[in-house]
């Protein structure tokens, strides 16, 4: 799978998963649709762009390290945003930033080159 | 009647030895290394402005046995045109009678040298890798090195790895023309000149046996001559991995060689050589997965080999993935009870 491909799906898969944690929060349960789509969405953008950097720059460590400023980026954003739950959001959206980050520039096909 | 000094004797013989450049592009710098049948000098190419490595023949005359057998090897350079053989430049005879080819000149170190400081097992892997690659080539022109120790194996300053000494190479697709009806071409390295890496001479009965103690194949050994192809050259490749392997390797270093190392070592040290790996490529590749963290065709796993192998590919993963769930644990329970 081609890096950008990787982080696309990984990010919205672990986006969902991180997003439905939410319900474990009794207080939120109501908005669960809307809190696993919105992290969807912002586990997308986080890997996509993850993606985008391992074509771009090969290494591992600044994939790690641009994974955690994009996932804590867009973390800090959702939580500005609610108003509140700041460490509940950033703290697994920046670990999610960073697994992505990893993944897409371990696993991650370089997409061949023409002859 | 005057006595000559020993010291002075020795002078006239060595300045008598050293070849005449005279009429060529050359200009002698001074002698790198002796071999079995030539010596090899370093030279200033003149109108290119360069230093280049010059082989020269010990004995005159272009048409003997030796002098054949250097124009071959000359030949077989010049047909093997890869990063990691070394390139031959030029080809002829001296003034004085001796024939002559000019190389690269390989600023470097000799792989068994070089890898004393060389600590860790991929590393030394990577460079094995080098070597595949060349003697892949070779084997697709149709050459059989026949000769793979680490002596013959040069690694210069900037990390390039070149495959020297073509000298006993076996040509496959015109093997006629080689030593199955040329006996001259098989000479062996002169048993004076490579005391040091146990290099053999001799004849058994299919043929002459050529090639370096423990780095040739057995059949090699026996002098099966007609016979060989590039299981030949992989069991070298197999021993070559076995001396990386073994050769000063720290006590403490953390990536001891595992089964499955040992185990690729082993299929291309068969002493069968329907054992072996069929081509230079599929070592090549059970290399390279093992250097990927993946399982190699050599070896079959049990499952706690299998396990372990998966955990060092993906500790990393795994630490981000365990360290993901103990902060979703943590902050599930800090903030259940704080809120």
């Keep these: 799978m081609n890096k950008v491909l990787l982080g696309l799906v990984l990010g919205a898969l672990l986006g969902a998963i991180d997003g439905s944690t939410a319900w474990f929060t009794p207080a939120v349960r109501a908005q669960l649709a809307g809190i696993i789509v919105g992290s969807t969405i912002k586990g997308l953008i986080a890997g996509v762009a993850a993606g985008i950097f391992a074509r771009k720059v090969n290494s591992v460590t600044l994939g790690v390290l641009f994974g955690l400023a994009v996932g804590f980026a867009l973390a800090f954003l959702v939580a500005y945003l609610q108003h509140g739950y700041y460490l509940e959001i950033i703290l697994p959206g920046s670990i999610v930033g960073m697994i992505v980050g990893y993944a897409t520039q371990k696993y991650g096909m370089t997409p061949a080159t023409a002859p | ?339």
């Excluded at chain 2, 590393?123 to 002596?151: E, Q, S, Y």
């Excluded at chain 2, 194996?153 to 790895?161: A, D, I, N, R």
């Excluded at chain 2, 062996?188 to 046996?209: E, F, Y």
């Excluded at chain 2, 068969?270 to 072996?276: H, N, P, S, T, V």
Aim: proline share 4%.
């Design chain 2, 1 to 339: 009647m005057r006595h000559i000094s020993d010291k002075a004797l020795t002078r006239l013989r060595n300045s008598a030895a050293l070849p005449d450049l005279s009429g060529t592009r050359y200009r002698l710098l001074g002698q790198v290394a002796r071999g079995g049948m030539g010596t090899v000098y370093a030279a200033q190419d003149e109108p290119l402005q360069r230093r280049v490595a010059l082989k020269v023949l010990e004995v005159p005359g272009s048409e003997g046995e030796l002098a054949n057998r250097l124009m071959r090897e000359a030949r077989v350079l010049a047909r093997l045109e890869h990063p990691g053989i070394v390139p031959v430049h030029d080809v002829g005879t001296l003034a004085d009678g001796r024939v002559f080819y000019t190389m690269k000149f390989v600023e470097g170190q000799r792989l068994d040298k070089y890898i004393e400081s060389l600590a860790s097992i991929p590393d030394r892997l990577r460079i094995l890798l080098r070597i595949c690659d060349a003697v892949a080539f070779a084997h697709m022109r149709g050459v059989l090195h026949r000769d793979l120790k680490p002596a013959n194996v040069m690694v210069g300053s900037f990390g390039e790895v070149l495959v020297m000494d073509w000298g006993l190479a076996k040509i496959l697709a015109d093997a006629p023309e080689t030593e199955a009806c040329n006996p001259a071409a098989a000479i062996l390295h002169s048993p004076g000149n490579r005391q040091k890496d146990a290099t053999v001479s001799g004849i058994t009965g299919h043929g002459r046996v050529m090639g370096t103690q423990g780095y040739m194949s057995p059949e090699q050994a026996r002098g099966e001559i007609e016979s060989l192809d590039a299981r030949s050259d992989i069991f070298s490749l197999g021993a070559l991995l076995r001396f990386l392997l073994s050769d000063k390797l720290p006590l403490r270093s953390p990536a001891r060689p595992y089964r499955s190392l040992e185990a690729i070592c082993a299929k291309a040290c068969e002493q069968k050589r329907e054992g072996r790996y069929a081509t230079v490529q599929e070592l090549a590749m059970d290399i390279s997965r093992y250097l990927e963290g993946l399982a190699v065709a050599a070896h079959r796993e049990s499952i706690f080999e299998k396990l372990g192998r998966s955990y060092r590919r993906y500790r990393f993963f795994i630490f981000l993935i365990a360290a993901y769930l103990l902060t979703r644990v943590i902050l599930l329970l800090v903030f259940k009870h704080g809120r």
